[in-house]
DNA sequence: CCCGATTGGATAGTTGTACTATCTAAGGTA
DNA sequence: TACCTTAGATAGTACAACTATCCAATCGGG
């Protein structure tokens, strides 16, 4: 297809997908002389994720452009290649192996899952916790045992789909599959919330107070 | 405290905590002359929650602005007041009370809950569901159950915490809650991914690949 | 009571991100 | 052939979130 239409099928303004395509988040089309060029489905799927991960994610350009990088060109270590892409999810705290973090050790150890300093998702949950702490809402036992079990039995829906063969697709799969069920999964929560406090507090709850 | 002490306590420096004077974010010192005020730990906690808000939630001042004046004078119906906070919640999506969200419908019919085009997780919910299928990961019927199970149960857990008695109170804890706990929440899952990932692949998973 | 440090209040400047607009020249197209 | 589209380059915009400076009025220790 011609640029016309690969604007008309994304919906993206043409000043931006030049754009993306001076950064280098878009490969350019086959060129079919000076002014011309032919593109794919594969440009129109390229475009849609960008704008998943921006707009629905809300990443920088920065971050998409990593995990661009990462499905495109995934490190031999499957592990370590997710391990990346999550450092760059929100909320964006990078991992220093070398240091410790208390909270999230404590609750790691109370759950009996395996504390690893280098993972990035570990300082994510010591920062969140620390927030969670300075705000005057401090995380209880409980709590902590009752979202680790229902968040570990989600995780087991996760891999339970994950495409055990290909490494790239794997990765791709599991880097998307962080990304961009996590909003649905928030969407869900706030949506129990409302199910739950209309079924507690009968159907005029949402006139009372 | 003066200003020097609350500068210190809070580790904001002074030009931004001017700035959110300036903006209205930050209330300003019970004054003592003309050159000097006196700030109380409520300063402190409030510095502690817009720095959480902006930088662990993710959340543009702009919303941080909305979210203290619905902490500050909630509105008489607290699911009103609710749903406005989560309107600001990334991924923020306004709801459109005339609009129709058919991926949502269909998915909060399949698993038994209310549809309220008016409640802003509705219209963020369609928006997850339209990105995980443009990208080519569209949500099964299997993982939408399984997930609605587990969601609720975590629902379950933050509703029993919530205080009954006091409206301003529950309000803060419901935005809070929502706004905090989430981080908290995708960085388990983030972990619950690995650690799946550990026993089912073996202890040298980490080396595989 | 004096002098350097601190503060409040105002204003201007900076940095970074993500576009958006314009221009030119060369094709392509009806 | 006359107009429309496109590639490629460059410049400009808009907004957010600070950051820096300046001034004048204190405040507080010696």
Redesign the pocket.
């Known amino acids: 297809m011609?640029?016309?239409?690969l604007?008309q099928r994304s919906g993206v303004?043409?000043?931006?997908v030049?754009?993306y395509?001076?950064e280098g988040l878009l490969a350019?089309?086959e060129?079919?002389?000076?002014?011309?060029?032919i593109?794919g489905e594969e440009h129109v799927r390229r475009l849609a994720l960008i704008r998943a991960l921006?707009e629905v994610v809300g990443?920088?350009?920065?971050s998409v452009r990593t995990i661009l990088g990462l499905i495109d060109e995934p490190e031999p270590d499957r592990f370590r290649t997710l391990g990346r892409a999550i450092e760059v999810l929100p909320p964006a705290v990078e991992a220093d192996p070398g240091a410790d973090y208390p909270r999230a050790r404590a609750a790691l150890a109370e759950i009996g899952q395996l504390y690893d300093p280098g993972y990035a998702a570990v300082a994510q949950l010591e920062r969140g916790l620390a927030a969670a702490e300075s705000v005057g809402m401090p995380m209880g036992t409980e709590r902590l045992h009752g979202y680790a079990r229902h968040v570990m039995a989600i995780a087991e829906i996760d891999l339970a789909q994950l495409p055990g063969d290909d490494t790239s697709r794997a990765v791709e799969y599991s880097v998307l599959g962080t990304a961009v069920y996590e909003p649905i999964l928030a969407a869900m929560r706030r949506l129990a919330h409302q199910d739950l406090a209309h079924r507690m507090l009968g159907p005029a709850a949402g006139e009372r107070d």
């Open positions: 011609k640029m016309s239409e604007l303004p043409l000043a931006t030049k754009y395509l001076r350019p089309g060129s079919t002389g000076a002014t011309t060029a593109y921006t990443l920088p350009l920065a």
